[in-house]
Nanobody
Framework: QVQPVESGGGLVQPGGSLRLSCSSS????????MGWYRRAPGKERELVAG???????VYGDSVKGRFTISRDSGNKMLYMQMNSLKPEDAAVYFC?????WGQGTQVTVSS
């Protein structure tokens, strides 16, 4: 089964930035739904940022103005720039492309 592959997670201090990358493993990312989700310990998985339809972007309320989702259709990559990170942003972040899920990358925000 085709599975997207995330990278870019790690440990960052509060207020810092990270850029997550997702290789689509050949999946077409010019169309269809795709996005970044996260799951924190003890919490449900939630949508962080997504691209719907042609290029409509949606963001979770807690990350609006701080996170930016983007894609490079030519290189079949999905990205998420995360700025002004907070401890509550710590979670495993998953890439989803056309109902195919990656295994996740850990983001830890701590001083």
């Amino acid at each position: 089964q085709v599975q997207p592959v995330e990278s870019g997670g790690g440990l960052v201090q509060p207020g810092g930035s990270l850029r997550l990358s997702c290789s689509s493993s050949g999946l077409n990312i010019r169309h269809g739904n795709m996005g970044w989700y996260r799951r924190a310990p003890g919490k449900e998985r939630e949508l962080v940022a997504g691209i719907e339809g042609v290029n409509s972007k949606v963001y979770g309320d807690s990350v609006k103005g701080r996170f930016t989702i983007s894609r490079d259709s030519g290189n079949k990559m999905l990205y998420m720039q995360m700025n002004s990170l907070k401890p509550e942003d710590a979670a495993v972040y998953f890439c989803m492309i056309r109902d195919h899920w990656g295994q996740g990358t850990q983001v830890t925000v701590s001083s």
